[in-house]
């Protein structure tokens, strides 16, 4: 019997949290998360500070265009859904649709980043809005682009764990890894809702 | 004898692990719909006051992110006072930042 089995053979009820490894993971990985909110909160701030900053470059209510914020929300809310659909399937041992949900989450991670790179593409070669633009850019660029960076790096993982689960199956070892991504996407799509409100919907405010 | 008595309890303790259904997750994404469509109307409609505006997007934005945490992270399941803590402690130095920012920029 392998190590990563019940003693029965069979995956127990919540296999992400049937071992101490597990548990530990997702208490840690939930620090992680907190530091996360910091880390966010200080970039939120200095884009607070400076949003109105524009150095007679464009600003927020010229640049913005609410039907591609409105889309890029709607793909990350509907993939946060799927990941609860993955984490249903793990519950139910149903590896199949498991890996069904993971890849439709991966999928719709990458839609929102074709539309962020479309996104900044047209601020940078049409709309002359840059890095070094103003400070209003550079806080822009740096908190939207890190969320950014976050969902590539979520797309990432949650690719390499599908890869993992086609190799290895669902054990007490894979579930607690699947679980903890998880709960990384749900948090991305929670920094998004502050961001398609503070930056984009306030932008347009004024 | 032994044997049958496990086969015989064997659909009872599956039984006791009965695993939620996605109707509420359901109805938290579509609460969630619903509060970005406010969110999105009150500034697409215009002519609404600034500073009430950006109440219904402060509101909109803690309302979702509420529910979203407590069903999808499970926050609001028990055994989870130690997340709980995390999380507040994070928004709290968070929101701390973003006050304290504003204020020494701005005041």
Known sequence: ??????????????????????????LGFWLFLGGEAVLFGTLFATFLALRGQNNEGPTASELFSLPITAAAT?????????????IQALHRHNIEKLKLWLIVTVVLGLCFLGLEIYEFYEYVAHESFNMKTSAFSSAFYTLVGFHGAHVAFGVVWISLLIAQLFRKGLTVVTAPKVYVSAMYW??????????????YLLGKVG | MTANQQSNEGPTVKHRHRVEGPEKHIIVFIFSIVLTAIAFAAVAAGGINTAFTIII???????????????????????????ILFMIGGF?????????????VWW
């Open chain 1, 1 to 26: 019997m392998s190590h990563a089995e019940h003693v029965n053979g069979e995956l127990p009820h919540e296999p992400e949290k049937a071992t101490l490894e597990g548990r530990n993971k997702i």
């Open chain 1, 186 to 199: 749900h948090f991305i799509d929670v920094v998004w809702v502050f961001i398609f409100s503070v930056v």
């Open chain 1, 74 to 86: 709607l793909i990350l809310l509907v993939s946060s859904l799927t990941s609860v659909f993955a």
């Open chain 2, 57 to 83: 997007l402060l509101v909109m934005a803690v309302l979702q992110v509420f529910v979203q945490m407590g069903y999808w992270m499970h926050l609001k399941d028990k055994g989870h006072l130690m997340p």
């Open chain 2, 92 to 104: 709290f130095v968070a929101s701390t930042c973003i006050v304290m920012a504003l204020f020494w």
